[in-house]
Every structure is written in structure tokens, then in C-alpha cells.
């Protein structure tokens, strides 16, 4: 079997594998994965291809939810505050 750039340690593949992985087991997992990611490689990028490749066949797994939320938490960072958001008037 080719050796996925994306999960070269097949994280996210055997955490589809095992029989009754629970959600927070599945959160390890991903952070796992994410932090082993090649350097440059952005994580909304790898994330999306990942739920391309398993959500198809995974819909109700525990890892098809950690990557969505992974995913939306992945997106671009809004200003929340601080001081060039106060009103200097």
C-alpha cells in the first residue's frame, strides 16, 4: 500500500479501523496527525483532503466529526480585540 504524504503514520486511516473509538480518543488522534504534518503543509488543506477521503464512506464516525470541527476551526483567524479595536476618541 502506497504511504499517504498526508498520514504518513496512517493515523487518521487506523483510527477509522478501530471498533468503538470514541470521540476523545479520536481528538488525540487528530492532534497527533496535525502535529506531525510536513512542514508547509497547511491544515485546512490537509483536513479537507482527509474528509474527502473518509466521510464518503464514514459519515457517523466519531473522526469525521473531530476533522469537521477541525476544519472549521482551521479557518482564517478574525480579530477579536485589543487595542487598535478600542475607540481612541
Known amino acids: ?3 499517504d504524504p498526508l498520514d504518513p503514520k496512517r493515523l487518521i486511516r487506523e483510527a477509522y479501523n ?3 473509538i470514541e470521540k476523545p ?4 488522534i487528530f492532534l497527533d ?6 512542514e ?3 491544515s485546512r488543506g490537509a483536513i479537507m483532503v482527509m474528509l474527502e477521503q473518509y ?3 464514514y459519515p457517523e464516525h466519531p473522526m469525521t466529526e473531530v476533522l469537521s ?5 482551521a479557518r482564517a483567524p478574525r480579530r477579536r480585540g485589543g487595542w487598535r479595536s478600542r ?3
Open 87 to 89: 475607540d481612541r476618541s
Open 1 to 3: 500500500m502506497n504511504k
Open 40 to 42: 508547509g503543509q497547511e
Open 69 to 73: 470541527e477541525g476544519l472549521e476551526a
Open 55 to 57: 466521510r464518503g464512506h
Open 18 to 20: 478501530i471498533d468503538g
Open 33 to 38: 496527525w496535525a502535529l506531525s504534518l510536513p
Open 25 to 28: 480518543e479520536c481528538r488525540s
